[in-house]
């Protein structure tokens, strides 16, 4: 199985365990849940973040990158678009904030991009199924706490790592360590920024930042 379908599948099932789950865990275990994965999630956004080699492009990127996301309203947008359809087909009976945390939780990051290009290129899916674990996890919290609408990220890991791995021949430039090193530094940081929502220390529209990740691939081609 490729490492794309196990993840989705780890993701799917989390989901379902953590619904299944969260009906029978009282709110204060799952405020201690949640706090948990807020903190590991800091945790792993600050660690990545510190693998960023090159901190003014780093800088530049996020503000840019921030900049056109916010002037687009990305984060506006996707809830609108999301919540229309939840009106319209579901009933609106499903919180699709916790699609949108899912979502760019598993997506962004090294381990998806370098994860998906080595299962792609090599048949290598370790990393990929490693990460899979790591979000079966952290579905199975997530879902308890935003219900139903975390399944549904299952579908995102599945079209974003799916098609990293099926033309994994022509993103191989994306594998450099300077390359990595810098999209790590930048992710790190939209994940950091996810980690403090979850906290509810901050309200921080993650989704807008997601510019940055092009701006600091571009800045890579144009610098190596």
């Known amino acids: 199985m490729k490492g794309y379908l196990f993840n989705a599948l780890l993701v799917a099932g989390g989901s379902v365990l953590g619904l299944l789950a969260g009906k029978k865990i009282s709110e204060a275990v799952k405020d201690d849940?949640?706090?948990?994965?807020?903190?590991?999630?800091?945790?792993?956004?600050?660690?990545?973040?510190?693998?960023?080699?090159d901190i003014i492009p780093?800088?530049?990127?996020?503000?840019?990158?921030?900049?056109?996301?916010g002037m687009l309203k990305l984060e506006d947008r996707a809830h609108g678009r999301l919540n229309r359809l939840n009106d319209s087909y579901l009933s609106g009976k499903y919180d699709i904030e916790g699609f949108l945390v899912a979502s760019t939780l598993f997506c962004v990051g090294s381990m998806t991009i370098i994860g998906s290009l080595?299962?792609?290129?090599?048949?290598?899916?370790?990393?990929?199924?490693?990460?899979?674990?790591?979000?079966?996890?952290?579905?199975?919290?997530?879902?308890?706490?935003?219900?139903?609408?975390v399944a549904f990220s299952a579908i995102t890991?599945?079209?974003?790592?799916?098609?990293?791995?099926?033309?994994?021949?022509?993103?191989?430039?994306?594998?450099?360590?300077?390359?990595?090193?810098?999209?790590?530094?930048?992710?790190?940081?939209?994940?950091?920024?996810?980690?403090?929502?979850?906290?509810?220390?901050?309200?921080?529209?993650?989704?807008?930042?997601?510019?940055?990740?092009?701006?600091?691939v571009l800045y890579g081609l144009w610098a190596r």
């Open 157 to 216: 890991v599945l079209a974003i790592q799916g098609s990293l791995t099926l033309f994994s021949g022509s993103l191989a430039f994306l594998t450099t360590q300077r390359m990595m090193n810098n999209i790590d530094g930048v992710g790190g940081i939209i994940i950091l920024a996810i980690g403090l929502n979850l906290l509810k220390l901050k309200t921080i529209k993650s989704l807008d930042m997601l510019p940055a990740l092009v701006l600091i």
């Open 58 to 69: 780093m800088v530049f990127a996020l503000v840019l990158g921030s900049f056109a996301g």
């Open 118 to 149: 080595k299962d792609g290129l090599s048949g290598d899916s370790m990393l990929i199924r490693t990460k899979s674990v790591m979000d079966g996890f952290a579905s199975f919290v997530l879902a308890s706490r935003y219900g139903p609408s």
């Open 33 to 53: 849940v949640f706090n948990v994965l807020g903190l590991v999630t800091v945790f792993v956004g600050v660690k990545m973040s510190l693998n960023g080699n």
